[in-house]
């Protein structure tokens, strides 16, 4: 038979040949072919042989069924024969049926004088082009297997009735026309016929017959096997009555008595089982009209063959397509019941999935109800399943952040996307109990047969929030340290501009105790007043950023302004410690995006770093101040004029707790790198040999806002 | 004994202060002068002027105490009034060692600093009395001989006319001259103002 898949080489042997391949070695690869070619030529043989004998067998079967004296078959199956093997053998082994077609072709006409061999082998080169065209046909229209729809079984139909029949027999009745045969017109019909009915019946029987032979036998179910000899039995019985009967006048109604059995295996068995009950049906009543018994019997052999022909064609045709109906609906069921049994699988994955996750989940419908809730969702809002299920979810929060979730959920599914809800440094969960508790919550689209959902994942933050209420708590309070070393500078910022105010009025009062007060001056002094209270508030102003424990407040901001007022803080401690702060700042405005305070408190811990690195200096004290725009970045530099860190230093500097003062905590640094990193920047510290310590930080360059500025060109164009 | 103007000299840093408390002490009738550093001040200030100063004591460059030294070292001795932001207690110490007059804090009040600014005049002008007398004696001094010099110092012994001239070797008569040439010279008229006038000068050690 005609398969494929033997031919392909196992697995072991693939692997061995990949590797004398890559080894060079060719000799045991050309064995290996020729041994595969040889089993070839083996398996082709034993296909030529075995159709040509199946091909013979029938053949000369069908020649038993003949009605004398013309030698008339009801139905010819040689014929299916040739179908089936065409239907399922790959084009390339064609030409193995082809030879054996010729063989037994000649060999079931030897030594007949009516029929010559060269007319027999003529013959079966018209059949098999016919059957080639029908099983074009099929694997034209059909879909996948033959006879497996109502289509396929249509497509089939037409194949085997009208296409093969019509081919096969035109030229054999041309060549007895050319003849001079005087019977051709009867017998064209009845040929023709017979043609059609062994082509309808038998193909499908034979068809599975050689699928099964060739994926090898399964296993059948018991019961089947059971029904299936005992429908065989019933029929054999009902037919055997039915066509052993002699001829009664008018009773051919009893031959619709096998129709109930025909029925019950087309709509059991299906195609196949249709095809052998009906094959049963045409050999008995074919054998007992030849022998002169049941329904069939009563004319002429002629009649008989045509009367039984259109008996067999009337109950075949609609059997075989409600057959073919019934399998199609088996198929279809089994189909629908698997894909139910995969969606209850799913489901009961992704419930497994949902609960044995640490987080809490929710599913929410586009009227904002809950329509699903795991087991976290009752531990951490201590409501039970059935309390949620069908309730609005804004339940879950408290009552002043109700609108945020619901404004949420509605963008949500405007427009679904993975989202979060509301803000996350303000959103809290409401408890059962009436507590609240941070928490995070993010949104996935998940398609569901009832729609769209929002699956909610609920993630408590209280240890995340404590955390970074703790880290806060540690910035400001480390800010605070710093400002503390020189509090004493600080007030001297705030008491030069209030001593000369002090000094300015009472100048101005004594006066404005003259006789003729020079106000010219008094009005010079009342500016100066003000300029100076202007000075102490400036001072206050910068300061108080710094001392207070704020939120964070990111907004584009310019690094060079941020030096500038944290030199100004620094300037009386500078003077104190008898150090100069030099500026070296870029001329391009330095935007990044950042926390201001944040920022001043990196240059601040940097700096004051830089003065004690300068306690013990002689020489000159120097803190140079400078930014740089590099490649996207802003780089701030702070170098001071110190001794400079020896080398295996620089990379601890930033660690915690790593200090080289006496009284430090180690922090300062520490929370620089923090906070720098937080920003999306780096830090490092510098020692060139003989020129201080470079402390740096880089951080990205905020893209200068290309639109707004366009925007504002377009405005003031308009304007003008 | 010539009568100048005193000049209150101030020297701070920070422009808006020094030009209040320098307005201040115009206000108050005071002759001010001010001066944005040590250096400023000792380039123009002339040392023999009568008057005070009023000193920051934290200044870029030198230093208030720094200027004190200095100027003590010159033997210039205008009283000084330390002005501090903050009550530097140690700073203070050293400077009323080194002979400041006051140390005051700012905000400085009115009439701390008037009061202070009024001391350190009077303080000055005692001293600049004390020492324009000693100028004047000291010049009437060089103007004796060496014979009177050495008669004017036995005679502020207490030693007799007889005496001397038999320690001298020299007449009676001639110890008289001499002795009324001294008294002329140093411009007095009793033994006792002689005897005074050594002891400002300091003769007694002698």
């Known amino acids: ?720 | 004994m010539t009568e100048t103007i005193p000049v209150v000299h101030v020297i701070d840093d920070d422009d808006s202060v020094r030009k209040a408390v320098t307005r201040l002490l115009k206000a108050a009738g005071y002759e001010a002068q001010d001066y944005a550093n040590a250096g400023d001040f000792l380039l123009a200030a002339p040392t023999a002027a009568s008057g005070c100063l009023v000193l920051d004591v934290r200044m870029p460059g030198p230093s208030g105490l720094e200027l004190q030294a200095a100027l003590k070292r010159q033997g210039n001795c205008l009283p000084i009034i330390f002005l501090s932001g903050h009550g530097d207690i140690p700073m203070s110490v050293q400077a009323i060692k080194a002979g400041a007059v006051d140390f005051l804090t700012k905000p400085v009040q009115r009439q701390a600093l008037l009061a202070a600014v009024s001391h350190a005049l009077e303080i000055n002008r005692a001293t600049s009395a004390e020492r324009a007398r000693s100028e004047f004696l000291q010049s009437c001094y060089q103007a004796l001989t060496e014979r009177e010099r050495e008669i004017f110092r036995m005679v502020v012994q207490g030693r007799l006319n007889k005496q001397i001239a038999s320690a001298l070797g020299i007449a009676e008569r001639t110890v008289k001259a001499h002795r009324a040439q001294v008294m002329e010279k140093m411009q007095v008229t009793t033994l006792a103002d002689l005897v005074r006038v050594a002891g400002e000068l300091g003769l007694e050690a002698a």
């Not at chain 1, 080894?23 to 030529?48: E, K, P, T, V, W």
């Not at chain 1, 069908?390 to 509605?410: C, D, H, N, V, Y």
């Not at chain 1, 910068?542 to 030199?567: A, H």
């Open chain 1, 1 to 720: 038979m005609a398969d494929e898949k033997t031919v392909k080489p196992e697995g072991s042997h693939g692997h061995q040949r990949l590797g004398h391949q890559r080894l060079g070695h060719q000799r045991l690869g050309h064995q290996r072919l020729g041994h595969q070619r040889l089993h070839q030529a083996f398996r082709a043989a034993l296909a030529i042989a075995g159709f040509a004998l199946a091909f013979f067998l029938l053949q000369r079967l069908t020649f038993l069924l003949r009605f004398p004296p013309y030698e008339r078959t009801t139905f010819w199956v040689p014929g299916a024969l040739t179908f089936s093997i065409l239907l399922i053998a790959p084009l390339k082994n064609w030409w193995w049926y082809y030879v054996g077609l010729c063989l037994a072709g000649y060999a079931a006409y030897y030594g007949d004088q009516q029929i010559p061999a060269s007319i027999a082998l003529l013959s079966a080169q018209f059949h098999f082009l016919a059957v080639a065209a029908g099983v074009f046909f099929i694997r034209r229209f059909a879909d996948g297997i033959p006879f497996a729809t109502v289509g396929s079984m249509l497509a089939f139909v037409l194949a085997a009735v009208f296409i093969v029949p019509f081919a096969t027999s035109v030229p054999a009745d041309l060549i007895r026309l050319y003849q001079g045969n005087p019977h051709v017109w009867p017998t064209a019909i009845r040929s023709f016929l017979s043609i059609a009915l062994g082509m309808l019946i038998a193909t499908p029987a034979l068809t599975t017959l050689l699928v099964q032979f060739r994926n090898g036998w399964q296993s059948t179910n018991r019961t089947k096997v059971l029904e299936a000899l005992a429908l065989s039995a019933a029929l054999l019985v009902i037919s055997f009555w039915v066509f052993t009967k002699p001829a009664e006048g008018n009773a051919p109604s009893l031959i619709y008595a096998p129709m109930p059995f025909l029925l019950w295996a087309a709509l059991r068995f299906e195609v196949s089982g249709a095809s052998w009950a009906l094959l049963v049906i045409a050999y008995l009543s074919t054998w007992n009209a030849i022998n002169g018994r049941g329904p069939f019997s009563a004319e002429t052999p002629d009649e008989h063959v045509l009367q039984l022909q259109v008996f067999l064609l009337a109950v075949s045709l609609p059997l075989l397509l409600v057959a073919a109906g019934a399998g199609e609906r088996r198929r279809a069921y089994s189909r629908l019941l698997e894909e139910m049994q995969e969606r209850r699988r799913t489901e009961e994955r992704f419930r497994l999935v949902v609960e044995s996750t640490p987080n809490a989940m929710l599913m929410i419908n586009r009227s904002g109800e809950i329509v699903l809730a795991n087991q976290q969702t009752e531990r951490l809002f201590g409501y039970r399943q059935e309390e949620l299920l069908g309730q609005p979810f804004e339940r879950i929060f408290p009552e002043r952040l109700r609108p945020e979730p619901a404004k949420s959920l509605r963008e949500f599914f405007a427009a679904p996307a993975l989202r979060g809800i509301g803000n996350e440094e303000e959103l809290c969960g409401l408890r059962k109990n009436g507590s609240e508790f941070p928490l995070e919550i993010g949104l996935t689209p998940i398609e569901s047969p009832g729609g769209l959902l929002a699956f909610a994942v609920v993630t408590d933050n209280t240890e995340k929030r404590r955390a970074e209420e703790a880290r806060r708590e540690l910035v400001h309070a480390s800010r605070l340290a710093v400002l503390s070393e020189f509090t004493a500078s600080i007030a001297h910022e705030i008491n030069q501009p209030l001593g000369a105010i002090l000094s300015n009025a009472d100048a101005a009062e004594l006066l404005l105790e003259n006789a003729s007060p020079p106000l010219d001056e008094v009005r010079r002094i009342l500016a100066d007043i003000r300029s100076d209270d202007l000075r102490a508030s400036e001072v206050i102003r910068k300061l108080r950023g710094l001392l207070r424990r704020g939120e964070v407040e990111r907004q584009p901001l310019d690094l060079n302004g941020v030096v500038r007022d944290v030199s100004i803080i620094l300037r009386a401690e500078a003077q104190r410690r008898g150090v100069e702060i030099i500026l070296k700042l870029s001329a391009n405005p330095c935007i990044v995006w950042g926390d201001r305070v944040h920022l001043q408190q990196v240059l601040l811990n940097l700096i004051v770093n830089g003065f004690e690195a300068m306690a013990e200096t002689r020489g000159d004290r120097r803190v140079t101040l400078s930014t740089e725009l590099s490649g996207g970045e802003v780089i701030v530099r702070v170098s001071d004029s110190g001794a400079g860190i020896p080398a295996e230093r620089l990379p601890k500097l930033f660690d915690r707790f790593f200090s080289t003062k006496r009284e430090g905590m180690g922090m300062g640094l520490a929370i620089s790198r923090s906070l720098v990193e937080e920003h999306g920047g780096r830090i490092w510290a510098e020692s060139p040999s003989g020129s201080g310590a470079h402390f740096c930080f880089a951080l990205p360059l905020e893209p200068p806002a290309a639109e707004t500025q366009s925007d504002l060109l377009n405005s003031v164009e308009s304007l003008r």
